[in-house]
C-alpha cells in the first residue's frame, strides 16, 4: 500500500485547499471509497488529478510520494 498525499480543493482551476493529508491507498478507487464516507455521492462528482494530470482509470496503481487532488466538479444554478 503507498502512502500517498491527498489534497481536496474547491474548484480544479483554484489553489484553494479544503483539505491536506496523507492517507494509505493502493489505488485511485480506494481514494474514491474514502470520500464517499465524507462526501455524498449524489452531491458531488469528483475531478482527479494523479502527479497533475487527469485520471479517469480507477483501479491506477499508486506508489509511495504520489500526490492526488481532488476538485469537487459542481454544476451551477
Not at 3 to 11: M, N
Not at 13 to 36: G, P
Not at 59 to 70: A, K, N
Amino acid at each position: 500500500m503507498a502512502e500517498i498525499k491527498l489534497r481536496i480543493v474547491g474548484f480544479p482551476q483554484k489553489a484553494d485547499i479544503l483539505h491536506e493529508s496523507t492517507m494509505k491507498a493502493e489505488n485511485i478507487r480506494e481514494i474514491i471509497q474514502h470520500l464517499e464516507t465524507k462526501y455524498p455521492p449524489d452531491y458531488y462528482s469528483f475531478a482527479i488529478f494523479l502527479n497533475g494530470t487527469s485520471v479517469d482509470d480507477k483501479s491506477r496503481s499508486l506508489r509511495d510520494g504520489d500526490e492526488v487532488v481532488v476538485a469537487a466538479v459542481m454544476s451551477g444554478g
